[in-house]
């Protein structure tokens, strides 16, 4: 069955300090990867990819088949950055669905 | 374009009642999606309509149905309400289907059921 994992809840990094989002999946082939993004009194939205495999607001994510992880990095984090942040999958073999996983409130400290 | 439009905002429902949710996609998108968000959960996936026909189906009851429109606006209907359909309703809007399109997130609907 495919699955979205995120062990943690919640995460605070001190302003500059490096971040890392954990994200680990499930599934059987190849997957489609996401982490959106909700920032205070703002819609869900998209903040990457993994097919897109670009950078956005500085943060980037690795696809690790071996580990079966997403994990969303960003060398130096800023207070800007402070939001919840959701790993998400789908994929051919998803029936056309879509698996958000519980989401990591990250606080960064200024 | 103000983007994905839902509703109502907020509603207040008593058990066995039903309800209609709405949901505008963004002009030019053809596919709509609802999610259920619980409190403290990320959204779970309740359909995919692309075109006015169901491409995708989550793991819920019956009860929950959706539609799709000629204008691809869409409704997600809920039927005998129990207390545990109290959530966060959210739909979002995609060119295509959700397996690879980004998708484009409404503000929600509260949906209280007493």
Not at chain 1, 59 to 78: M, R, V
Not at chain 1, 81 to 105: K, V
């Amino acid at each position: 069955a495919q699955r979205v994992t995120q062990p943690e809840k919640l995460l605070s990094v001190f302003k500059g300090a490096p971040v890392e989002l954990k994200c680990n999946y499930s599934y059987s082939g190849s997957p489609e990867l996401f982490w959106y993004v909700q920032y205070s009194r703002q819609r869900l939205q998209l903040l990457l990819r993994h097919i897109s495999r670009e950078s956005i607001k500085g943060f980037t994510a690795d696809l690790n088949k071996g580990e079966t992880s997403f994990h969303l990095k960003k060398p130096f984090a800023q207070e800007e950055d402070s939001a919840m942040y959701y790993c998400a999958l789908s994929g051919p073999n998803t029936g056309n669905q879509f698996y958000f996983g519980t989401g990591t409130s990250l606080t960064v400290i200024p | 374009d103000a983007g994905v439009t839902q509703s109502p905002t907020h509603l207040i429902k008593t058990r066995g009642q039903h309800v209609t949710l709405r949901c505008s996609p963004i002009s030019g998108h053809k596919s709509v999606s609802w999610y259920q968000q619980v409190l403290g959960q990320g959204p779970q996936f309740i359909f995919q309509y692309y075109e006015k026909e169901e491409r995708g189906r989550g793991n819920f009851p019956d009860r929950f149905s959706a539609r799709q429109f000629p204008n691809y606006s869409s409704e997600l209907n809920v039927n005998a309400l129990l207390l545990g359909d109290s959530a966060l309703y959210l739909c979002a809007s995609s060119g295509e289907t959700v397996v690879t399109d980004t998708q484009y997130f409404g503000p929600g609907t509260r949906l209280t059921v007493l």
